[in-house]
């Protein structure tokens, strides 16, 4: 059984750092490509960045709203993916979801259940 | 970017009633497009891939249409199961979400 578990997220104050795991299992997970997703508080799903496996480069990509500010990373020995958030602004309040793509294409057909950041004064 | 646009944004239906939601893209996609059913304070799942293929082990009463930019999501006999909210996503270029269609209780 597939399965990606998050952990993290808390309250952090705007201009802090946090760093964000996913601990997967279920798959081989250093074949996969995976990718955060977030979502604010009532709100839609944003598409924050994405990682393709090691044997590619491991290439990242990221969306215009967190480019230079949020890494992602992944360690294969471990099954673990990684955000790591910097300069956290007010607007990156948010559930984070960590998700595997269907083999390498851009669609997920596993979720997370998700962690809480919350960027407040 | 491909924008994605859904509507309507909310819906009201019954139990056993034929639902339909759209979803337009900025540009075509041709049939790369995927639909995700989201509950209320759980992670979205998976219902169809690639405009008109099923989730495994989903149930028949979802279907998925369409091509190039305009695609529909279809629940034949609306299940107490079903509300929820439903959002489409583009992957021909990198990829996008749709703002989401909140189906409700009439």
């Known amino acids: 059984e597939v399965q990606l578990v998050e952990s993290g997220g808390g309250l952090v104050k705007p201009g802090g750092s946090l760093r964000l795991s996913c601990a997967a299992s279920?798959?081989?997970?250093?074949?996969?490509?995976m990718t955060w997703v977030r979502q604010a508080p009532g709100k839609g799903l944003e598409w924050v960045g994405r990682?393709?496996?090691?044997?590619?480069?491991?290439?990242?990509d990221y969306a215009a709203p967190v480019k230079g500010r949020f890494t992602i990373s992944r360690d294969d020995s471990k099954n673990t993916l990684f955000l790591q958030m910097d300069s956290l602004k007010t607007e990156d309040t948010a559930v984070y979801y960590c998700?595997?793509?269907?083999?390498?294409?851009?669609?997920?057909?596993?979720w997370g259940q998700g962690t809480l950041v919350t960027v407040s004064s | 970017d491909i924008q994605m646009t859904q509507s309507p944004s909310t819906l009201s239906a019954s139990v056993g009633d034929r639902v339909t939601i759209t979803c337009r893209a900025s540009?075509?996609?041709?049939?790369?497009l995927a639909w995700y059913q989201q509950k209320p304070g759980k992670a979205p799942k998976l219902l169809i891939y690639?405009?008109?293929s099923l989730e495994s082990g989903l149930p028949s009463r979802f279907s998925g249409s369409g091509s190039g930019t305009e695609f529909t999501l279809t629940i034949s006999s609306l299940q107490p199961d079903d509300f929820a909210t439903y959002y489409c996503?583009?992957?021909?270029?990198?990829?996008?979400f749709g703002q989401g269609t909140k189906v409700e209780i009439k």
């Open positions: 690639k405009a008109s």
């Open positions: 279920g798959f081989t997970f250093s074949d996969a490509w």
């Open positions: 996503q583009q992957y021909d270029t990198y990829l996008t």
């Open positions: 540009q075509s996609i041709s049939s790369w």
């Open positions: 990682i393709k496996t090691i044997g590619e480069g491991g290439t990242t």
């Open positions: 998700t595997k793509h269907y083999n390498i294409l851009n669609y997920f057909d596993y």
